[in-house]
Each structure stands twice: as C-alpha cells, then as structure tokens.
C-alpha cells in the first residue's frame, strides 16, 4: 500500500506543479504597464504602426552595420520564436538617408529566417528624438539615436515591462547585445502579452456564442 502511494505521489505530484505554474501565468501573469499613450510611429513613418499590433520596437540607428548584431540577436531568440503570431511583429527605427544600409541588414538577416515582419520606420533626427521621448524610459539614444534596448509596445500603445526586476527594479527594455537576457527575460515577457491577448480573445468569442 505504502508503495502504491510513493508511486502515486511521485507520478502526480509533477502533474500538479506543472498544473499550478501553467495557469498561474494564463490567469494571474499580467505584464506590467510602464507607459501608456506612446506616440504612434505612423505620426512619423505612415508605412507602418503600433496600434493594434504587439510589437518590439527597437531603434538602430544611423550606424545600422554596428547594430547588426544585435539585429542578429533578436532574429533568433525572439522574431523565429514569436513571428508567426498574427499580431506580432518587429519595428526598428532608422533614422533617414540609411535605406541602403537596411536592404543589406534585410538581406542578412533573409538568410536566416524570413522577414516579413520586420519593419523599418524612418525619420528625421527631430522626429526620432521625440518619438523616443513618448516612451519616458530610463535609457536614452547614443549619438547615433540608436539603442541596444528594445522595448514591448502592446495594441493600445502602452510600453510594458517589469516592475519589480531582479537585476533593474523597473525595466523597460531588454538588451540586444545580451544573448542571456533576451533568453531569461524578453521570451517570457513576450510569452506573457501574447497569452493576454489569445486570452481575452477566446473570453470575447465565448461570450458573442452565449
């Protein structure tokens, strides 16, 4: 008897854990609102835009072969493992007179995945810096109004991030250059917001069939 009960434990106890930890992120994981009301990029680039998409949105830069890898980067550990959700996709900013150095990054980074969802918006150095001001971080452009951070952007222009992060307190942004982080960090944040909104969808469809 003792051993049958050993052997239930020890087969249902893991079921259980698993059980707890996968709905405590689907009903309690909020990811935390940092910013709300970013400006929408399309006020600067009308080719793209924020509302209503999940987006990483990064800012490369007038040196975009610098930030290569860091492009590189985020590619792997993020774009190949979240770009086939409907709603999501990438923004780098760039600021104008760089299109050609973008068409080569496009190019690399096609050798690796498809690109389809990375999108390029460009703008004058004004209209990047107070773009980027809308945000209200901690971090700032370096002289080259480019950043290794990325930031997630949800459907409703709110920056999300952490409130209470191990290493920061408040995080806004993930970096690039930090294969780690965008490993420990960025993949479950991005976990989290795509889980928000499968989430409230499948509420909203259920309660159009009642």
Do not use: C, H
Request: net charge neutral; aromatic share 10%; no cysteine.
């Amino acid at each position: 008897m003792k051993k049958k009960i050993v052997l239930a434990t020890l087969f249902i106890l893991p079921v259980v854990v698993y059980l707890f930890f996968a709905s405590g992120v689907n009903n309690f994981g909020r990811l935390p609102i940092l910013t709300e009301k970013v400006a929408d990029i399309s006020e600067m680039d009308s080719s793209v835009q924020l509302q209503n998409k999940i987006t990483v949105l990064g800012f490369l830069g007038n040196n975009v072969e610098r930030m290569q890898g860091n492009a590189f980067n985020l590619n792997q550990k993020i774009y190949k493992r979240f770009g086939e959700f409907n709603d999501f996709q990438m923004i780098m900013v760039v600021p104008k007179g760089n299109k050609g150095q973008v068409e080569e990054l496009k190019t690399e980074l096609g050798k690796l995945s498809d690109v389809d969802k990375w999108r390029f918006a460009f703008g004058s150095e004004k209209e990047i810096k107070a773009f980027f001001q809308s945000l209200r971080t901690n971090v700032d452009l370096d002289e080259n109004l480019a950043t290794p951070n990325v930031f997630i952007i949800d459907k409703d222009l709110a920056l999300r991030g952490r409130t209470d992060d191990e290493d920061e307190g408040i995080k806004y942004g993930f970096d690039t250059s930090s294969v780690a982080e965008l490993n420990n960090k960025m993949v479950d944040d991005v976990k989290i917001i795509l889980a928000e909104y499968r989430l409230a969808l499948k509420k909203n469809n259920a309660d159009r069939s009642k």
